[in-house]
């Protein structure tokens, strides 16, 4: 069965770095589309970075040039850099096969903040910005 499970979380100063992690049971990830999601208590999960089966990337405007969002075979990674204390969350990956979308017509640059649109999601990872 799909496993996705983050790792890299943890308490950073202002102005610092964090790498996250997520390792995805279904190899290789790249042919799936695949996000990183963060939320806090009170509020809606939120899309921080996506990447779809071809490699393109979308971000939310407030991580814009601070973070990145990348993949090999096996895992998907979120490089943040420059945080911020709002960026204190718990920080989860998700992924879904791209002809799922592809059936319903869905286009990943619409879609990919949509927590909805994903079937896999790991179990999250904490991110402490203080």
């Known amino acids: 069965h799909v496993q996705l499970v983050e790792s890299g979380g943890g308490s950073v100063q202002p102005g610092g770095s964090l790498t996250l992690s997520c390792a995805f049971s279904?190899?290789?990830?790249?042919?799936?589309?695949m996000a990183w999601f963060r939320q806090t208590p009170g509020k809606e999960r939120e899309g921080v970075a996506g990447?779809?089966?071809?490699?393109e990337t979308r971000y939310v405007a407030s991580v814009e040039g601070r973070f990145t969002i990348s993949r090999d075979s096996t895992k998907m990674y979120l490089q943040m850099d420059s945080l911020k204390p709002e960026d204190s969350a718990m920080y989860y990956c998700?992924?879904?096969?791209?002809?799922?979308?592809?059936?319903?017509?869905?286009?990943?640059?619409?879609?990919?903040?949509?927590?909805?649109?994903?079937?896999?999601w790991g179990q999250g990872t904490q991110v402490t910005v203080s």
């Open positions: 990447i779809d089966s071809d490699g």
């Open positions: 998700a992924a879904v096969e791209p002809m799922t979308w592809t059936l319903r017509g869905i286009d990943f640059a619409g879609s990919w903040r949509r927590k909805e649109e994903y079937s896999y």
């Open positions: 279904r190899t290789p990830i790249i042919n799936y589309c």
